[in-house]
DNA sequence: TTGTAGGCGTTATCAC
DNA sequence: GTGATAACGCCTACAA
């Protein structure tokens, strides 16, 4: 058996090996691969046709940790089926990776001690920066990432108090607007329908925003108006039907999220109850089911691919040195009125 | 000032640190940690004491450099926001977190040129094991992965030509099955509808399955029949309207994917065509929604969560030395009958 | 433009 | 059970 090609190494090939056929030291072919003005036309030709024939990777873990700074950022949410966050991760990602950088992820549920004990994680792999889709966290979360002294940016809500950036829209604001914007239509017996506002502190938020609007508007707070539920399609149907059955006058629906919100409306057509006629729903987070439901459902339309996209931006500026102290940015929102209301 | 609390320091502190305090060795420390057996009750007991004051985090960059093998794994699929793949990732990660594994994600659309380039990226970072939610790669992407030798399983179809480990159903069996299903409740005219074949080989797949399914039942091929639709709501509402107003004789659907056939679900309400009256609705991945449509739709039962959880489990197996060569796990699908049908 | 020396924080290996 | 020492593959800093 002749061996045309070479007998296959277990190790992989490093810069010392390629350094060895180009002639040069090892730091040249480091110069040629990332910092080529520095190495004359010549040699980096040959260094770069060498890297090719012997197809050297360069290891980027040696790299990072040489160089004590990866290239790795960490994203954690709650739930990576969650649409919001799902549209945050993919568009960071897109910044992130053009700049050169990749991404961990890890999802915490609605648990704080889990999202520190991911933080820890992170860190521990000298991430050099993190998106976290939350703005609550532990103390100790808080401060594992002050001694790492990484950025980080929160989204999911506008963090009342930032641990450094946030970039996001204000749950509370949203709510407040759309309870205000139903009552501008002439409803004024509105429920509000959210998932636990326990565990979960954008629907606390989105329920605070509800009850101030009230307020402004002087009218009642009811109670019974007000429910949380379960999340998925069958939480949003048995919210309505219950609304409806025991307070007749109501005569509309903020459902404090989009799965709510199309339980709601296809229990509404199949009971029959017209929308807006027996009663108008409106909603947060304009997926794109919305606009083809029978009616269409009014929403507030969220930045979800710029709340990731202005992360990454941020986090990047913050890696190429830039300063920055707090950041807060509130990316807004967009009632779309559509024939529910 | 007085100095009660030391000082902020900006290098993180190291296993050297915390052998000086306790008086040994850093590798006694190293020991304590990760290979507590052979250390002394009492030495250890002092180490991870002072571990726990000083705050130590191993610094995993050097672990895995130092021991040459990460404990990161890479998952790489079209689309993060695609219900199938972020059930995938969800669910590996769970495994693999469980486990003490990281998980680096990336999506490259439906371009096996931008998956090569994803691939290459994760080998330099040493993950030690990827999940590639695709069957179709490029050879360098292939020669890749044999070079770098790490464990590899594919997802998102039964791969034909399997790297090493695949872990799916069959799209073109699952089509080909429920195409068989609507033929068997009396329906002989029947359209297929699915996302770009040229781009996508899991719709190729799925279109197969339903041409073979024809062949079997002797059910004529019409290429009025089979249409290629843009991904959305919009797409499935087009579809369904263009299939009846240009086939009349059309009395079933089966669409290729859940986003569109929720979307001509929406359009035959919209128009007053009743399903399965006017004309009966299959379609593929059994979202949520689709038990709460009007009428609830059949559809096939996809292992979602199973898919990403045993490609996990195989690729610890792999992980823990176990030396199983090809792998193909085909984990099924169920077809769920609903009124639509 | 190129090279040399030293170090990053850990694990592997061998000695005590 | 514990310690010393040499890797690991690259980058930083300085020298030629």
Redesign the interface.
């Known amino acids: 058996m002749t061996e045309k090609t070479p007998t296959v190494t277990?190790k992989?090939i490093t810069m010392q090996d390629v350094a060895l056929r180009a002639n040069v030291s090892q730091m040249t072919v480091s110069r040629a691969l990332f910092d080529p003005e520095k190495v004359s036309e010549e040699t980096r030709a040959k260094i770069l046709r060498i890297v090719d024939e012997l197809?050297y990777?360069?290891?980027?873990?040696?790299r990072?940790?040489g160089s004590n700074r990866?290239n790795?950022i960490g994203i954690i949410g709650p739930?990576?089926?969650n649409?919001i966050f799902?549209?945050t991760?993919?568009s960071a990602?897109e910044v992130l990776?053009r700049a050169g950088y990749?991404?961990?992820?890890?999802?915490s549920g609605l648990s704080l001690e889990s999202e520190e004990a991911l933080i820890?994680?992170?860190?521990?792999?000298?991430v050099c920066g993190m998106i976290l889709h939350n703005t609550s966290h532990t103390d100790r979360a808080r401060q594992l990432i002050r001694?790492?002294?990484i950025p980080v940016v929160e989204t999911g809500d506008l963090a009342a108090n930032p641990i450094e950036m946030t970039v996001s829209y204000s749950n509370f604001d949203a709510a407040r607007e759309m309870t205000r914007f139903l009552a501008s239509r002439g409803y004024n017996v509105i429920g509000f329908v959210s998932l636990s506002t326990a565990e979960n502190s954008r629907s606390r938020e989105r329920q605070r925003g509800y009850c101030a609007a009230l307020e402004e508007l002087s009218l009642p707070y009811e109670p019974q108006l007000v429910m949380e539920v379960e999340a998925?399609?069958?939480g949003g149907?048995k919210a309505i039907s219950h609304l409806i059955e025991s307070f007749p006058r109501i005569d509309a629906v903020f459902m404090g999220g989009d799965?709510l919100a199309?339980?709601a409306s296809?229990e509404c057509?199949?009971r029959g109850w017209p929308i807006p006629g027996r009663i108008a729903i409106a909603t947060f987070d304009d997926i794109?089911?919305l606009?083809?439901?029978?009616p269409p459902l009014t929403s507030l339309r969220l930045p979800r691919e710029k709340i990731g996209r202005r992360s990454a931006e941020l986090l990047l500026d913050r890696l190429s040195g830039q300063d920055v102290a707090l950041i807060s940015e509130n990316l807004g929102f967009e009632i779309i009125e559509r024939s529910s209301t």
């Open positions: 277990d992989s197809g990777v360069p290891n980027r873990l040696a990072n940790f990866s790795v739930d990576i089926k649409s799902a549209a991760v993919q990602e990776r990749e991404l961990m992820i890890a999802h820890a994680s992170f860190i521990s792999h000298r001694q790492a002294q998925g399609y069958e149907r799965v199309v339980g296809l057509q199949r794109d089911i606009a083809h439901l029978l």
